[in-house]
Protein backbone atom coordinates (compact mmCIF):
# COMPACT_ATOMS: atom_id res chain seq x y z
CA UNK A 1 0.00 0.00 0.00
CA UNK A 2 1.05 3.45 -0.75
CA UNK A 3 1.49 6.72 0.61
CA UNK A 4 0.14 9.66 -1.40
CA UNK A 5 3.27 10.38 -2.67
CA UNK A 6 4.33 7.51 -3.79
CA UNK A 7 1.37 7.18 -6.07
CA UNK A 8 2.35 6.30 -9.71
CA UNK A 9 1.75 8.36 -12.52
CA UNK A 10 1.51 7.61 -16.27
CA UNK A 11 0.09 10.44 -17.82
CA UNK A 12 -0.65 8.76 -21.35
CA UNK A 13 -3.33 11.49 -22.15
CA UNK A 14 -1.27 14.21 -22.06
CA UNK A 15 1.32 12.84 -23.81
CA UNK A 16 -1.35 12.81 -27.00
CA UNK A 17 -0.97 15.85 -29.66
CA UNK A 18 -1.33 19.24 -28.20
CA UNK A 19 -5.01 19.96 -29.68
CA UNK A 20 -6.58 16.87 -27.45
CA UNK A 21 -6.02 19.61 -24.02
CA UNK A 22 -5.14 22.30 -22.56
CA UNK A 23 -2.47 22.94 -19.58
CA UNK A 24 -4.03 24.35 -16.76
CA UNK A 25 -4.07 24.68 -13.07
CA UNK A 26 -6.10 23.79 -10.27
CA UNK A 27 -7.56 27.32 -8.45
CA UNK A 28 -7.43 26.93 -4.83
CA UNK A 29 -10.43 27.18 -2.39
CA UNK A 30 -9.94 28.01 1.05
CA UNK A 31 -10.14 26.27 4.05
CA UNK A 32 -10.99 23.13 2.53
CA UNK A 33 -12.14 19.99 4.72
CA UNK A 34 -12.64 16.41 4.31
CA UNK A 35 -16.24 15.71 3.43
CA UNK A 36 -15.88 12.07 2.18
CA UNK A 37 -13.53 9.53 1.69
CA UNK A 38 -14.28 5.76 -0.05
CA UNK A 39 -11.40 3.47 1.01
CA UNK A 40 -13.10 1.06 -1.88
CA UNK A 41 -11.77 3.65 -4.79
CA UNK A 42 -8.49 4.03 -2.52
CA UNK A 43 -7.71 0.61 -2.86
CA UNK A 44 -8.03 0.72 -6.69
CA UNK A 45 -4.87 3.05 -6.37
CA UNK A 46 -3.00 0.49 -3.76
CA UNK A 47 -3.61 4.00 -2.21
CA UNK A 48 -2.97 3.13 1.94
CA UNK A 49 -6.65 4.28 3.60
CA UNK A 50 -4.73 5.83 6.07
CA UNK A 51 -3.32 8.45 3.96
CA UNK A 52 -7.05 10.16 4.49
CA UNK A 53 -5.73 11.17 7.56
CA UNK A 54 -3.12 13.21 6.60
CA UNK A 55 -3.78 16.79 6.75
CA UNK A 56 -2.31 17.00 3.09
CA UNK A 57 -5.19 14.92 1.99
CA UNK A 58 -7.20 17.77 1.68
CA UNK A 59 -4.94 20.25 0.30
CA UNK A 60 -4.23 17.28 -2.92
CA UNK A 61 -7.35 16.39 -3.88
CA UNK A 62 -9.05 19.89 -3.30
CA UNK A 63 -6.38 21.13 -5.58
CA UNK A 64 -4.38 23.65 -3.42
CA UNK A 65 -1.54 21.22 -3.62
CA UNK A 66 -0.31 19.10 -6.93
CA UNK A 67 0.59 15.04 -6.30
CA UNK A 68 4.50 14.36 -7.43
CA UNK A 69 3.92 13.25 -11.25
CA UNK A 70 0.73 14.78 -11.89
CA UNK A 71 0.62 16.75 -14.92
CA UNK A 72 -2.88 18.60 -15.06
CA UNK A 73 -4.79 19.05 -17.97
CA UNK A 74 -8.25 19.92 -19.07
CA UNK A 75 -9.64 17.69 -21.89
CA UNK A 76 -11.09 19.20 -25.42
CA UNK A 77 -14.58 17.35 -26.72
CA UNK A 78 -17.88 18.98 -28.11
CA UNK A 79 -21.06 17.17 -27.99
CA UNK A 80 -25.01 17.07 -28.99
CA UNK A 81 -26.63 18.15 -26.04
CA UNK A 82 -30.47 17.84 -26.04
CA UNK A 83 -30.07 17.18 -30.53
CA UNK A 84 -28.35 20.13 -30.80
CA UNK A 85 -24.77 20.51 -32.11
CA UNK A 86 -22.20 22.40 -29.51
CA UNK A 87 -19.16 22.55 -31.31
CA UNK A 88 -16.63 23.31 -28.12
CA UNK A 89 -17.50 21.99 -25.10
CA UNK A 90 -14.38 20.14 -22.96
CA UNK A 91 -13.65 19.94 -19.74
CA UNK A 92 -14.88 23.09 -18.07
CA UNK A 93 -14.92 22.26 -14.18
CA UNK A 94 -12.86 18.70 -14.41
CA UNK A 95 -9.34 18.86 -14.16
CA UNK A 96 -7.45 15.35 -15.44
CA UNK A 97 -4.51 15.23 -13.11
CA UNK A 98 -3.53 12.31 -14.53
CA UNK A 99 -3.09 8.94 -14.20
CA UNK A 100 -2.15 6.79 -11.70
CA UNK A 101 -0.78 2.67 -12.74
CA UNK A 102 -1.49 0.39 -9.67
CA UNK A 103 0.05 -3.05 -9.17
CA UNK A 104 -2.20 -4.64 -11.18
CA UNK A 105 -1.32 -2.69 -14.41
CA UNK A 106 -4.41 -1.07 -14.29
CA UNK A 107 -4.70 2.90 -15.28
CA UNK A 108 -7.20 5.12 -13.11
CA UNK A 109 -7.31 8.93 -14.54
CA UNK A 110 -7.34 11.06 -11.28
CA UNK A 111 -10.02 13.78 -12.15
CA UNK A 112 -10.70 16.88 -10.12
CA UNK A 113 -14.40 17.82 -10.66
CA UNK A 114 -15.14 21.73 -9.09
CA UNK A 115 -11.18 23.06 -9.30
CA UNK A 116 -12.52 26.00 -10.74
CA UNK A 117 -12.17 27.64 -14.52
CA UNK A 118 -10.17 25.78 -17.51
CA UNK A 119 -10.29 27.45 -20.74
CA UNK A 120 -13.43 25.69 -21.67
CA UNK A 121 -15.56 26.92 -18.87
CA UNK A 122 -17.72 29.60 -20.92
CA UNK A 123 -17.51 31.86 -18.64
CA UNK A 124 -18.87 29.82 -15.99
CA UNK A 125 -17.31 29.20 -12.76
CA UNK A 126 -15.73 26.11 -12.87
CA UNK A 127 -17.22 25.08 -9.33
CA UNK A 128 -19.42 22.05 -8.32
CA UNK A 129 -21.36 22.69 -5.58
CA UNK A 130 -21.35 20.08 -2.36
CA UNK A 131 -25.03 18.68 -3.63
CA UNK A 132 -24.55 17.74 -6.92
CA UNK A 133 -20.71 16.06 -5.54
CA UNK A 134 -22.48 14.40 -2.87
CA UNK A 135 -25.02 12.45 -5.33
CA UNK A 136 -22.40 11.90 -8.11
CA UNK A 137 -19.82 10.31 -5.24
CA UNK A 138 -22.60 7.67 -3.91
CA UNK A 139 -24.54 6.96 -7.18
CA UNK A 140 -21.00 5.97 -8.74
CA UNK A 141 -20.78 3.08 -6.02
CA UNK A 142 -24.11 2.81 -5.92
CA UNK A 143 -23.93 1.56 -10.04
CA UNK A 144 -20.58 -0.08 -9.59
CA UNK A 145 -21.58 -2.44 -6.46
CA UNK A 146 -25.16 -3.46 -8.68
CA UNK A 147 -22.73 -4.58 -11.27
CA UNK A 148 -22.93 -1.55 -13.87
CA UNK A 149 -19.63 -0.44 -14.75
CA UNK A 150 -19.37 3.56 -13.43
CA UNK A 151 -16.75 5.77 -12.95
CA UNK A 152 -15.91 5.94 -9.26
CA UNK A 153 -15.06 8.76 -6.69
CA UNK A 154 -12.24 8.88 -4.03
CA UNK A 155 -13.13 11.94 -2.47
CA UNK A 156 -15.15 14.97 -1.61
CA UNK A 157 -12.99 18.23 -0.06
CA UNK A 158 -15.25 20.69 0.92
CA UNK A 159 -15.24 24.49 1.25
CA UNK A 160 -17.15 27.39 2.48
CA UNK A 161 -16.26 29.22 -0.65
CA UNK A 162 -19.63 30.47 -1.99
CA UNK A 163 -20.77 29.41 -5.08
CA UNK A 164 -24.07 30.76 -6.95
CA UNK A 165 -26.80 28.54 -8.51
CA UNK A 166 -30.61 28.77 -7.96
CA UNK A 167 -29.53 29.78 -4.69
CA UNK A 168 -26.42 30.36 -2.50
CA UNK A 169 -24.59 27.62 -1.95
CA UNK A 170 -20.67 26.33 -1.00
CA UNK A 171 -18.57 24.58 -3.35
CA UNK A 172 -17.05 21.09 -3.05
CA UNK A 173 -14.55 19.38 -5.30
CA UNK A 174 -15.19 15.63 -6.40
CA UNK A 175 -11.95 13.10 -7.00
CA UNK A 176 -13.27 11.25 -10.19
CA UNK A 177 -11.46 8.29 -11.36
CA UNK A 178 -12.14 6.06 -14.68
CA UNK A 179 -9.78 4.17 -16.62
CA UNK A 180 -10.47 7.20 -19.13
CA UNK A 181 -13.09 10.08 -19.41
CA UNK A 182 -13.12 9.97 -23.30
CA UNK A 183 -16.52 10.25 -24.61
CA UNK A 184 -18.76 9.93 -28.06
CA UNK A 185 -17.74 14.02 -28.06
CA UNK A 186 -14.01 13.74 -27.57
CA UNK A 187 -14.12 12.28 -31.08
CA UNK A 188 -16.93 14.59 -32.46
CA UNK A 189 -15.02 17.71 -31.85
CA UNK A 190 -12.06 16.52 -34.61
CA UNK A 191 -14.21 15.45 -37.47
CA UNK A 192 -16.26 19.07 -37.00
CA UNK A 193 -12.67 20.65 -36.99
CA UNK A 194 -11.51 18.70 -39.88
CA UNK A 195 -8.81 17.45 -38.18
CA UNK A 196 -9.12 13.76 -39.48
CA UNK A 197 -5.56 12.96 -38.09
CA UNK A 198 -6.75 13.57 -34.59
CA UNK A 199 -9.40 11.05 -35.06
CA UNK A 200 -6.83 8.73 -36.03
CA UNK A 201 -4.79 9.30 -33.22
CA UNK A 202 -7.63 9.25 -30.89
CA UNK A 203 -8.83 5.88 -31.92
CA UNK A 204 -5.67 4.35 -32.01
CA UNK A 205 -4.89 5.64 -28.45
CA UNK A 206 -8.05 4.49 -27.15
CA UNK A 207 -7.90 1.05 -28.98
CA UNK A 208 -4.59 0.40 -27.81
CA UNK A 209 -5.09 1.30 -24.39
CA UNK A 210 -8.78 -0.31 -23.94
CA UNK A 211 -10.00 -2.20 -26.65
CA UNK A 212 -6.55 -4.67 -26.80
CA UNK A 213 -9.55 -7.54 -27.86
CA UNK A 214 -10.13 -5.74 -31.34
CA UNK A 215 -6.20 -4.29 -31.78
CA UNK A 216 -5.58 -7.22 -34.01
CA UNK A 217 -8.65 -7.42 -36.23
CA UNK A 218 -8.09 -6.96 -39.86
CA UNK A 219 -10.88 -3.78 -39.81
CA UNK A 220 -10.16 -2.62 -35.79
CA UNK A 221 -11.62 0.52 -36.33
CA UNK A 222 -14.90 -1.42 -37.29
CA UNK A 223 -14.35 -3.85 -34.83
CA UNK A 224 -14.00 -0.97 -32.37
CA UNK A 225 -17.12 1.02 -33.07
CA UNK A 226 -18.86 -2.46 -33.24
CA UNK A 227 -17.16 -3.59 -29.43
CA UNK A 228 -18.39 0.38 -28.24
CA UNK A 229 -22.18 -0.19 -29.65
CA UNK A 230 -22.01 -3.59 -27.67
CA UNK A 231 -20.64 -1.81 -24.32
CA UNK A 232 -22.78 0.85 -24.45
CA UNK A 233 -26.03 -1.06 -25.31
CA UNK A 234 -25.24 -3.56 -22.47
CA UNK A 235 -25.10 -0.39 -20.02
CA UNK A 236 -28.36 0.84 -21.31
CA UNK A 237 -30.16 -2.53 -20.84
CA UNK A 238 -28.17 -2.57 -17.43
CA UNK A 239 -30.29 1.09 -16.58
CA UNK A 240 -33.20 -0.14 -18.08
CA UNK A 241 -33.20 -3.04 -15.70
CA UNK A 242 -32.61 -1.40 -12.63
CA UNK A 243 -34.86 1.41 -12.93
CA UNK A 244 -31.98 3.80 -13.68
CA UNK A 245 -32.56 7.16 -15.70
CA UNK A 246 -29.53 9.12 -16.31
CA UNK A 247 -30.91 12.27 -17.04
CA UNK A 248 -28.64 14.46 -19.45
CA UNK A 249 -27.30 11.40 -22.17
CA UNK A 250 -26.15 13.98 -24.35
CA UNK A 251 -23.39 12.40 -26.58
CA UNK A 252 -20.76 14.57 -24.01
CA UNK A 253 -21.80 12.43 -21.53
CA UNK A 254 -20.94 9.02 -23.41
CA UNK A 255 -18.13 7.81 -22.07
CA UNK A 256 -16.64 5.59 -25.06
CA UNK A 257 -15.62 2.87 -22.47
CA UNK A 258 -19.67 2.27 -22.29
CA UNK A 259 -19.41 2.99 -18.41
CA UNK A 260 -22.00 5.19 -16.75
CA UNK A 261 -20.20 8.76 -16.23
CA UNK A 262 -21.56 12.73 -15.68
CA UNK A 263 -23.92 11.75 -12.81
CA UNK A 264 -26.10 14.98 -12.61
CA UNK A 265 -29.99 15.39 -12.02
CA UNK A 266 -30.38 11.35 -12.62
CA UNK A 267 -32.88 8.92 -10.68
CA UNK A 268 -33.54 5.51 -9.63
CA UNK A 269 -36.98 5.26 -10.20
CA UNK A 270 -39.51 5.12 -6.86
CA UNK A 271 -43.15 3.67 -8.58
CA UNK A 272 -42.48 2.26 -12.01
CA UNK A 273 -43.34 4.78 -14.55
CA UNK A 274 -41.78 4.25 -18.15
CA UNK A 275 -42.10 7.96 -18.78
CA UNK A 276 -40.31 9.03 -15.75
CA UNK A 277 -37.89 12.19 -16.64
CA UNK A 278 -35.29 12.94 -14.01
CA UNK A 279 -34.30 16.10 -15.04
CA UNK A 280 -36.43 19.05 -14.20
CA UNK A 281 -34.92 20.86 -17.11
CA UNK A 282 -36.01 18.33 -19.70
CA UNK A 283 -39.67 19.82 -20.32
CA UNK A 284 -39.87 17.74 -23.73
CA UNK A 285 -38.35 14.25 -22.19
CA UNK A 286 -36.26 13.44 -24.57
CA UNK A 287 -33.91 11.80 -21.91
CA UNK A 288 -36.74 9.70 -20.58
CA UNK A 289 -36.17 6.70 -18.97
CA UNK A 290 -37.90 4.74 -22.01
CA UNK A 291 -36.32 6.68 -24.30
CA UNK A 292 -33.18 6.21 -22.99
CA UNK A 293 -32.52 2.57 -25.25
CA UNK A 294 -33.34 4.51 -28.40
CA UNK A 295 -31.54 7.56 -27.41
CA UNK A 296 -28.19 5.14 -26.62
CA UNK A 297 -28.41 4.53 -30.95
CA UNK A 298 -29.18 7.74 -31.81
CA UNK A 299 -25.60 8.78 -29.65
CA UNK A 300 -23.53 5.84 -31.32
CA UNK A 301 -25.08 6.95 -35.04
CA UNK A 302 -23.38 10.47 -33.90
CA UNK A 303 -20.17 8.51 -32.92
CA UNK A 304 -20.06 6.27 -36.41
CA UNK A 305 -20.57 9.39 -38.26
CA UNK A 306 -17.13 10.95 -36.50
CA UNK A 307 -15.92 7.44 -37.60
CA UNK A 308 -16.59 7.88 -40.90
CA UNK A 309 -13.17 8.73 -42.04
CA UNK A 310 -12.08 5.03 -40.78
CA UNK A 311 -14.82 2.95 -41.43
CA UNK A 312 -17.14 2.67 -44.44
CA UNK A 313 -20.84 3.52 -44.68
CA UNK A 314 -21.43 -0.06 -44.67
CA UNK A 315 -19.51 -1.16 -41.48
CA UNK A 316 -20.70 2.20 -39.81
CA UNK A 317 -24.58 0.87 -40.56
CA UNK A 318 -23.49 -2.67 -39.95
CA UNK A 319 -22.01 -2.02 -36.42
CA UNK A 320 -25.03 0.32 -35.52
CA UNK A 321 -27.56 -2.57 -37.24
CA UNK A 322 -26.28 -4.90 -34.29
CA UNK A 323 -27.55 -2.22 -31.08
CA UNK A 324 -31.22 -3.49 -31.24
CA UNK A 325 -30.66 -7.31 -31.01
CA UNK A 326 -27.40 -6.18 -28.30
CA UNK A 327 -29.72 -4.14 -26.26
CA UNK A 328 -32.18 -7.38 -26.36
CA UNK A 329 -30.30 -9.87 -25.73
CA UNK A 330 -28.51 -8.04 -22.74
CA UNK A 331 -31.67 -6.77 -21.25
CA UNK A 332 -34.09 -9.91 -21.57
CA UNK A 333 -31.11 -12.24 -20.05
CA UNK A 334 -31.34 -9.46 -16.71
CA UNK A 335 -35.14 -9.34 -16.48
CA UNK A 336 -35.40 -13.25 -17.11
CA UNK A 337 -33.07 -13.07 -13.98
CA UNK A 338 -34.74 -10.92 -12.16
CA UNK A 339 -38.21 -12.84 -12.42
CA UNK A 340 -36.05 -15.99 -11.63
CA UNK A 341 -36.44 -17.76 -14.64
CA UNK A 342 -33.48 -19.52 -15.78
CA UNK A 343 -34.82 -21.08 -19.38
CA UNK A 344 -36.24 -18.85 -22.01
CA UNK A 345 -39.74 -19.29 -23.38
CA UNK A 346 -41.50 -17.84 -26.81
CA UNK A 347 -44.29 -16.20 -23.93
CA UNK A 348 -41.67 -14.76 -21.54
CA UNK A 349 -41.74 -11.22 -23.38
CA UNK A 350 -45.40 -11.02 -23.17
CA UNK A 351 -44.85 -11.88 -19.51
CA UNK A 352 -42.79 -9.15 -18.41
CA UNK A 353 -44.80 -6.85 -20.49
CA UNK A 354 -47.96 -7.99 -18.80
CA UNK A 355 -46.12 -7.14 -15.46
CA UNK A 356 -44.54 -3.89 -16.05
CA UNK A 357 -47.84 -2.71 -17.41
CA UNK A 358 -49.43 -3.44 -14.42
CA UNK A 359 -46.81 -2.05 -12.26
CA UNK A 360 -46.97 1.45 -14.07
CA UNK A 361 -50.96 1.28 -13.87
CA UNK A 362 -50.74 0.39 -9.86
CA UNK A 363 -47.77 2.77 -9.46
CA UNK A 364 -45.95 0.03 -7.88
CA UNK A 365 -42.43 0.41 -6.02
CA UNK A 366 -39.73 -1.15 -8.84
CA UNK A 367 -36.93 -1.48 -6.81
CA UNK A 368 -39.50 -3.39 -4.12
CA UNK A 369 -41.33 -5.63 -5.94
CA UNK A 370 -38.64 -7.75 -7.53
CA UNK A 371 -37.12 -7.64 -4.37
CA UNK A 372 -39.97 -9.05 -2.58
CA UNK A 373 -40.66 -11.47 -5.77
CA UNK A 374 -37.41 -13.49 -4.72
CA UNK A 375 -40.17 -15.29 -2.03
CA UNK A 376 -42.69 -15.48 -4.56
CA UNK A 377 -44.65 -18.83 -3.59
CA UNK A 378 -45.58 -21.12 -5.97
CA UNK A 379 -48.20 -23.18 -3.88
CA UNK A 380 -51.36 -22.39 -5.36
CA UNK A 381 -53.45 -21.99 -2.66
CA UNK A 382 -50.58 -19.26 -1.54
CA UNK A 383 -52.48 -15.49 -2.57
CA UNK A 384 -48.64 -14.38 -1.96
CA UNK A 385 -50.36 -11.14 -0.10
CA UNK A 386 -46.83 -8.89 0.30
CA UNK A 387 -46.93 -8.83 -3.35
CA UNK A 388 -50.53 -8.18 -3.73
CA UNK A 389 -51.10 -5.69 -1.60
CA UNK A 390 -48.68 -3.37 -3.48
CA UNK A 391 -51.41 -3.17 -6.18
CA UNK A 392 -53.96 -0.36 -5.82
CA UNK A 393 -56.25 -3.40 -8.12
CA UNK A 394 -54.52 -6.56 -6.84
CA UNK A 395 -56.45 -8.46 -9.44
CA UNK A 396 -54.00 -7.23 -12.00
CA UNK A 397 -51.46 -8.82 -9.71
CA UNK A 398 -53.30 -12.29 -9.54
CA UNK A 399 -54.02 -12.34 -12.96
CA UNK A 400 -50.64 -12.02 -13.86
CA UNK A 401 -49.40 -13.79 -10.71
CA UNK A 402 -51.47 -17.06 -12.18
CA UNK A 403 -49.62 -16.53 -15.10
CA UNK A 404 -45.99 -16.53 -13.94
CA UNK A 405 -47.01 -19.80 -11.57
CA UNK A 406 -47.91 -21.22 -14.95
CA UNK A 407 -44.72 -20.48 -16.37
CA UNK A 408 -42.42 -21.58 -13.01
CA UNK A 409 -44.11 -24.64 -13.26
CA UNK A 410 -43.14 -25.29 -16.98
CA UNK A 411 -39.36 -24.91 -15.66
CA UNK A 412 -39.91 -26.76 -12.24
CA UNK A 413 -39.20 -24.04 -10.66
CA UNK A 414 -38.30 -25.15 -6.88
CA UNK A 415 -39.28 -21.49 -4.95
CA UNK A 416 -35.99 -21.87 -2.56
CA UNK A 417 -33.74 -21.89 -4.83
CA UNK A 418 -34.98 -20.07 -7.26
CA UNK A 419 -34.80 -17.55 -4.14
CA UNK A 420 -31.36 -18.00 -3.59
CA UNK A 421 -30.33 -16.80 -7.60
CA UNK A 422 -32.87 -13.84 -7.36
CA UNK A 423 -31.40 -12.11 -4.34
CA UNK A 424 -28.28 -11.62 -6.01
CA UNK A 425 -30.14 -9.56 -8.96
CA UNK A 426 -32.64 -7.67 -7.17
CA UNK A 427 -31.52 -5.37 -4.95
CA UNK A 428 -32.78 -4.56 -1.73
CA UNK A 429 -31.07 -1.39 -1.55
CA UNK A 430 -30.81 1.56 -4.39
CA UNK A 431 -29.73 5.21 -4.20
CA UNK A 432 -33.34 6.85 -4.01
CA UNK A 433 -33.80 10.48 -4.47
CA UNK A 434 -34.55 11.30 -1.32
CA UNK A 435 -31.69 9.22 0.43
CA UNK A 436 -29.57 11.56 -1.96
CA UNK A 437 -31.17 14.96 -0.47
CA UNK A 438 -30.89 13.69 2.97
CA UNK A 439 -27.52 12.89 3.06
CA UNK A 440 -26.98 16.35 0.74
CA UNK A 441 -29.02 18.54 3.56
CA UNK A 442 -27.23 17.11 6.69
CA UNK A 443 -24.06 17.99 5.02
CA UNK A 444 -24.91 21.59 3.70
CA UNK A 445 -27.30 22.50 6.64
CA UNK A 446 -25.12 20.69 9.68
CA UNK A 447 -22.00 19.57 8.26
CA UNK A 448 -22.75 16.74 9.58
CA UNK A 449 -21.53 14.18 6.86
CA UNK A 450 -22.54 10.56 8.75
CA UNK A 451 -25.24 10.24 6.45
CA UNK A 452 -23.32 9.79 3.33
CA UNK A 453 -20.60 7.53 4.81
CA UNK A 454 -23.68 5.30 5.90
CA UNK A 455 -24.77 5.47 2.73
CA UNK A 456 -21.82 4.95 0.99
CA UNK A 457 -21.60 1.31 3.48
CA UNK A 458 -24.69 0.27 2.97
CA UNK A 459 -24.92 0.99 -1.39
CA UNK A 460 -21.81 -0.96 -1.10
CA UNK A 461 -23.63 -4.31 -0.28
CA UNK A 462 -26.68 -3.59 -2.36
CA UNK A 463 -28.37 -7.12 -2.58
CA UNK A 464 -27.64 -8.20 1.00
CA UNK A 465 -29.85 -7.97 3.61
CA UNK A 466 -28.67 -5.52 5.99
CA UNK A 467 -31.69 -5.75 8.69
CA UNK A 468 -30.33 -2.53 10.68
CA UNK A 469 -30.81 -0.22 7.38
CA UNK A 470 -34.25 -1.92 7.32
CA UNK A 471 -35.63 1.66 6.33
CA UNK A 472 -33.62 1.94 3.31
CA UNK A 473 -35.14 -0.59 1.86
CA UNK A 474 -38.53 1.44 2.10
CA UNK A 475 -40.49 2.71 -0.65
CA UNK A 476 -39.71 6.61 -0.78
CA UNK A 477 -41.70 9.25 1.26
CA UNK A 478 -44.22 11.16 -0.63
CA UNK A 479 -42.26 14.37 -0.36
CA UNK A 480 -39.11 12.37 -1.65
CA UNK A 481 -41.08 10.98 -5.18
CA UNK A 482 -41.92 14.50 -5.43
CA UNK A 483 -38.42 15.43 -5.60
CA UNK A 484 -37.10 18.44 -8.04
CA UNK A 485 -33.72 17.75 -9.14
CA UNK A 486 -32.54 20.09 -10.98
CA UNK A 487 -29.60 20.40 -14.22
CA UNK A 488 -27.74 22.74 -12.17
CA UNK A 489 -24.82 21.37 -10.22
P1 LIG B 1 -22.57 18.69 -17.74
O1 LIG B 1 -24.00 19.03 -18.03
O2 LIG B 1 -22.23 18.75 -16.27
O3 LIG B 1 -22.15 17.42 -18.35
O4 LIG B 1 -21.71 19.86 -18.38
C1 LIG B 1 -21.74 20.19 -19.74
C2 LIG B 1 -20.59 21.09 -20.07
O5 LIG B 1 -20.65 22.29 -19.32
C3 LIG B 1 -19.23 20.49 -19.77
O6 LIG B 1 -18.34 20.91 -20.75
C4 LIG B 1 -18.88 21.08 -18.44
O7 LIG B 1 -17.50 21.13 -18.24
C5 LIG B 1 -19.49 22.46 -18.53
N1 LIG B 1 -19.86 23.00 -17.21
C6 LIG B 1 -20.91 22.65 -16.45
N2 LIG B 1 -20.93 23.35 -15.32
C7 LIG B 1 -19.86 24.17 -15.35
C8 LIG B 1 -19.33 25.13 -14.45
N3 LIG B 1 -19.90 25.42 -13.28
N4 LIG B 1 -18.19 25.78 -14.84
C9 LIG B 1 -17.60 25.52 -15.99
N5 LIG B 1 -18.05 24.62 -16.89
C10 LIG B 1 -19.18 23.95 -16.57
MG1 LIG C 1 -20.72 16.30 -18.89
Redesign the pocket.
Known sequence: MKKLTELTFDNTYARLPEAFYRRVKPTSVPAPYLVSFNAAAAELLDLDGSEARRPEFVEYFCGNRLLPGADPIAAL?A?H?FGSWVPQ??????ILLGEVRNGKGERWDLQLK?AG??P?????????VLRSCVREYLCGEAMHNLGIRSTRALSIVGSNLP?QRERAETAAVLLRMAPTHVRFGTFEVFVNRGQIENVKALADYVIAQFFLEVADEKNKYAAFLREVVRRTAVMIAQWQAFGFAHG?M?T??MSILGITI?Y?PFGFMDDYDPDFIPNHSDHSGRYAFNQQPHVGLWNLSCLAHALLSLVSEEEAFAALDSYEADFNDAYELLMRAKLGLAESEADDHALLKELLDALAANAVDYTNFFRRLNSFSSAPDDHNDLLRDMFLDPASFDSWATKYRARLRLELSVDHERESRMKRVNPKYVLRNYMAQKATADATEKRDYTEIDRLLALLSRPFDEQPECDLYAASSPDWGKRLVVS?S?
Do not use: H, I, M
Open positions: YGQLGDGRAGPTFSRGFDGRAVVNDNDGCS
